[in-house]
């Protein structure tokens, strides 16, 4: 792993902290080093950053400001992976800070104090006109204290400090130690024998923004708090919502929206069935009840837009709702060259007029063979008990080819056409249920709008055929897109206006995933499909923060990756088969991702 730019030289510069400050001028002390100075030069520097935040942390575990606790900041770990930090900067504001104490990679943000978890932070920028880095050696000041020579200068500081400086020479020399025994591990890091702490730090101290979301999903939660009160990432109280899990038996089939409807067998086959592995999220519940519900008033609810990224469970969330609904299933997938004909129907040639079927209903071969004189007499009409078996077969051929050159007789020269129902117009017609897959890639922005006449309270329809159709009150449209994916495009405002209930569908918290995984798969290693399902949430997040966007990471990669483990039995030749290979064609950031994702986590 390449050392990052985490102490660059114009932080050298800046003025150093009280007791410290009239050493800015003169920062170098020759002679004065810590043990992993290995360069002939032997000198240590005092640096501000450093000095900041090593006094922050001994402020927070010893208390002499008489500042409130909040006001102090605060550390902890989450797992074997994470150090999470909340430092007060001088500026006033709180920088939350996350390190992977495996990869060295830090992510950020800047917070207004008091702080709003609910809003998206400041990007935390490391620069001289920005950022001094001081809440990042914050974070490292746990990895650091596993130096001895560090804790024990760390003790001495701290001795030095409720004493009141009683020798600021010594102080300075301690000083001075604490910040070169830092700096050689973070600057030698890679190169050290022993000692070296990680570091990542883009070049154009630009460190991956802390988001309001990965806040609120728990993405970031300290498990076990060091020092302090943490005021965003709060452990234990994270906002992230665990997807709720609904009773089969109380949901299929519960929200019939016309009690005196009577499917057909042939609508009954269409009815989706949920399978066993799948659980039904409270959002979708909640879709069904609105549906149900609203049923009798003036404006129902039955159009309903799902967004959500890839294998969230849009499509198996559109087929549970028709179970819950008790409607027969269709679907539509758009294209970037879906047109308004390709949703209402076409008129399409009927080729050649050829028969698809016979007219009249003929005895079968086996009602031939069991009683030959009632088979004549379906032929004939006369019923004549010394008929044989082959006189039958023979009639009946007979009968056949009548039938067939009395139609092809009527017809004429001319080419006929005929129009095609769509799923969309059968589920518009007949009162079933329709997703309308991915319309945001749809190159011509106005398909959509053709539609609206549909999704509003006229519901009626002009077909290509010049027949107006009227809404069946139970038809439900259920749009389901991502706009994350390429290609993708903003639908327009006025489809989603028509839209009763827009649900975002997040990711599946982990127990969920894992539940979901083991029933499609049929994998019983808990343990081990916990654990890839960490992995594939690790390089989800590690492709959003470098901008890696020419592959995709989520369930569906999951999936193959536990199926491709359950074939090979080897976790680290499957990711290279699934999750790796999808991530990106570029072997680089294949390499960035198996290094910082599947190594840390499968080593920790």
């Not at 999704?455 to 994350?484: A, M, Q």
């Not at 808990?526 to 966007?549: F, G």
């Amino acid at each position: 792993m390449a050392n990052g730019n985490l102490l660059p030289n114009w932080s050298f510069k800046r003025k150093l902290p009280e007791p410290f400050e009239d050493y800015t001028d003169d920062p170098v002390f020759k002679n004065v080093y810590s043990k992993h100075c290995i360069q002939p030069q032997k000198r240590s520097t005092l640096h501000a950053a450093t000095l900041r935040a090593i006094l922050a942390y001994l402020e927070l575990e010893s208390p002499t400001s008489g500042k409130p606790p909040e006001e102090l900041g605060a550390i902890g770990s989450q797992g074997n992976n994470f150090t999470i930090a909340e430092y007060p900067s001088k500026t006033g504001e709180l920088h939350v800070v996350a390190y992977n104490r495996i990869n060295g990679k830090f992510t950020a943000g800047c917070y207004q104090t008091p702080p709003d978890p609910e809003s998206n932070p400041e990007k935390y920028m490391l620069k001289e006109d920005e950022k001094s880095g001081a809440a990042l050696i914050f974070a490292l000041i746990p990895t650091a204290m596993a130096d001895d020579e560090f804790n024990e200068h760390y003790q001495k500081l701290r001795e030095d400090r409720d004493n009141g400086y009683p020798n600021m020479d010594d102080t300075v020399e301690t000083a001075a130690i604490l910040c070169d025994n830092l700096y050689r591990r973070v600057r030698y890091g890679t190169s050290l024998p022993t000692g070296g702490i990680p570091n990542d730090t883009p070049g154009n101290g630009s460190i991956s923004q802390l988001k309001a979301f990965t806040v609120q999903k728990g993405t970031h939660s300290p498990t076990d708090v060091i020092l302090g009160t943490f005021q965003v990432l709060k452990p234990g109280t994270s906002t992230r919502k665990v997807m709720a899990s609904v009773s089969k038996k109380d949901f299929v089939g519960k929200y019939i929206l016309s009690e005196s409807r009577t499917l057909t067998p042939q609508e009954e086959l269409t009815v989706p069935q949920l399978p066993d592995w799948y659980i039904i999220p409270a959002e979708i519940k909640r879709i069904c009840e609105h549906a149900k519900i609203t049923t009798n008033t003036v404006s129902p609810m039955r159009n309903f837009l799902l967004r959500g990224p890839a294998g969230t469970g849009k499509t198996e969330g559109a087929k549970a709702i028709a179970s819950g609904l008790h409607l027969p299933y269709r679907c539509i997938t758009c294209s970037a060259n879906t047109e308004i004909f390709d949703l209402l129907g076409q008129i399409l040639p009927d080729v050649d007029g050829k028969l698809s079927a016979l007219q009249s209903e003929y005895p079968t071969f086996q009602d031939i063979m069991m009683d030959p004189a009632t088979a004549y007499q379906k032929l004939t009409g006369t019923y004549d008990e010394t008929v044989d078996e082959d006189a039958v077969y023979q009639k009946l051929v007979d009968t056949i080819f009548d039938e067939m050159h009395d139609h092809y007789a009527k017809q004429d020269s001319h080419q006929k056409f005929k129009y095609v129902d769509t799923p969309l117009v059968g589920a518009i017609r007949y009162g079933y249920l329709v997703e309308l897959q991915e319309p945001t890639v749809i190159a011509n922005p106005g398909v959509l709008v053709g539609l609206n006449s549909l999704l509003d309270r006229c519901n009626s329809v002009f077909l290509p055929n010049v027949e107006v159709i009227d809404r069946h009150p139970d038809t439900t449209i259920v749009v389901t897109t991502n706009n994350d994916y390429a290609g993708c495009k903003q639908m327009n405002q006025s489809v989603i206006s028509r839209m009763n209930l827009v649900i975002d569908l997040d990711e599946p918290d982990e127990d969920t995933l894992v539940k979901r995984v083991l029933g499609i798969t049929g994998c019983t290693d808990k343990k081990t499909v916990t654990t890839m399902a960490k992995i594939v949430k690790a390089v989800s997040e590690y492709c959003r923060e470098n901008l890696i966007t020419d592959g995709c990471c989520g369930v569906r990669e999951l999936i193959s990756w536990v199926q491709s483990f359950m074939v090979c039995g080897d976790i680290r030749e499957a990711a290279r088969y699934t999750v790796l290979s999808s991530v990106s064609a570029d072997a680089e950031s294949r390499q960035e991702v198996e290094n910082g994702c599947l190594d840390s986590i499968l080593s920790a």
